[in-house]
């Protein structure tokens, strides 16, 4: 069964940082790109950013280019985004997602339950 | 890397037939057969629908199905059943090696 827990998730003032981090189990971990997919309180899904299955290959949306990275540590089946210079804006849950494909982003097929980031003074 | 573009909400009579629309660009949508659909429930993780446009994975009822027509793509649900109410997205792949989804579109079982 895939299992995807993130953690690393809570309150920061504007300005501030914070690092998540998402467990995976259940599967090659390798074998997938992954991402990250946030949602503010009531809205929509926003796709935050990708990695390929071997981490050579990033891909980020305009909203938070320059100011997150993502990465993975495959011996330890492990997805991270850090996250710099946070803007209310980025208050939301964000849950980690495996895509279908190994090389790039083309589609998510599991996601985990998320981890709550609120950004406030 | 403008969301798609989804109706905000849609409704129908159990048993009934509706159908969501999801419309990007030639950049996106139109460009590419890696359109996804999900379903989601109040609280819950999204779950996948539709892949590659009209792919179900194993476990979704044949009751839903996906199309595309240029830069539009659809999800349908036929046989309505209450359970279906929930929040759908789409997502495409983008010539910019991004993912984009659509605003969502609440489904009401009347």
């Known amino acids: 069964e895939v299992q995807l827990v993130e953690s690393g998730g809570g309150s920061v003032q504007p300005g501030g940082s914070l690092r998540l981090s998402c467990a995976a189990s259940g599967f090659t971990f390798s074998n997938y790109a992954m991402n990250w997919v946030r949602q503010a309180p009531g809205k929509g899904l926003e796709w935050v950013s990708g990695v390929s299955g071997s981490g050579g290959s990033t891909s980020y949306a305009d909203s938070v280019k320059g100011r997150v990275t993502i990465s993975r540590d495959n011996s330890k089946n492990t997805l991270y985004l850090q996250m710099n210079s946070l803007r209310a804006e980025d208050t939301a849950v964000y849950s980690c997602a495996r895509d279908r494909y190994k090389t790039t982003t083309k589609g998510i097929d599991y996601w985990g339950q998320g981890t709550l980031v609120t950004v406030s003074s | 890397q403008s969301a798609l573009t989804q109706p905000a909400s849609v409704s129908g009579s159990p048993g009934q037939s509706i159908t969501i629309s999801c419309t990007g660009t030639?950049?996106?949508?139109?460009?590419?057969?890696?359109v996804s659909w999900y379903q989601q429930h109040p609280g819950k993780a999204p779950k996948l629908m539709i892949y590659d446009v009209t792919n179900r994975p194993s476990g979704v009822s044949n009751r839903f199905s996906g199309s595309k027509s240029g830069n539009t793509a659809s999800l349908t649900i036929s046989g309505l059943q209450a359970e279906d109410e929930a929040d759908y997205y789409c997502?495409?792949?983008?010539?910019?090696?991004?993912?984009?989804f659509g605003g969502g579109t609440k489904l009401t079982v009347l």
């Open positions: 997502s495409s792949y983008t010539i910019s090696n991004t993912l984009v």
């Open positions: 030639s950049s996106d949508v139109g460009g590419y057969n890696y």
